[in-house]
């Protein structure tokens, strides 16, 4: 089964075309980074891939589900972080996996056995019981991400998974997601920044102005090259040829 399908996407907002005629196919497995500047499209791709929104044309699949059609059902299979979300600021950590484990239907013990684990692995216990708050920007982003993995999904959409995280915390997020990758699950990853993409991903989609300008392998690029020359060489000669920039 491939993870993700899409096929000629297009959305646009008003006069600006967010996405434009897009086509990816992801298999499962991947540790797929979709790479781009600014307003190049990669959270509207995110949104549609997610069933947040809906294109005017083209196709996606998600593990074989359409989330245009049904967006419940893909969202029940994958899991989901977008940027800047944060835990509601009247619950404790605990108390918010136990509202997503309500949510998700998990048994109450697996939602008690995950949230052990996932303190050890960020190292947050000591903030289980700490209302939200009174936590920092860092420690409301690793019980993001843990209730993101919590009903162990089998696909994981996150945007910036490093933002706001210390140099240890990301290290052990980075070692997760490989570990995870490579039990063959697949992580779909935004980013604008081309160090994370080029450490984390096996393939990474160089995005600009709603439109796949690379997708290379980080591990095969050739000794010369790196992922910044690639990303630079693309999105510079799109800018030369004038496809309009949206910010
Ligand atoms: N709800 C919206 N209404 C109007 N325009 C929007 C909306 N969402 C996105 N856009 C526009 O669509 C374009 C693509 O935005 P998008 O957020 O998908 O880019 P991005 O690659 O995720 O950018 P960033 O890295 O800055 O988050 C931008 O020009 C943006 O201004």
Redesign the pocket.
Known sequence: MTAIQIQDLTKT??D?T??DGLSLTVAEGELFGLL??????????MEILTGQITPERGSVAVLDVDPVADPTAVRERVGILP?KESPPSFMTPREYFQFVGAVRNIPDEQVDEQVETWADRLGFAEQLDTMSTDLSRGQQQKAMIAAAFLHEPTLVFIDEPLANLDPIVQERVKRFLSEYREAGNTVIV?T?DVDVAAELCTRVGV?YS?DLVADVRPSELPAEETLLDVFLDRVDASVERGVAT??
């Open positions: 907002y008003g600006v967010a996405v781009g500047p600014n307003g190049a499209g990669k959270t509207t791709t940027e935004t604008h995005m709603g949206h910010d």
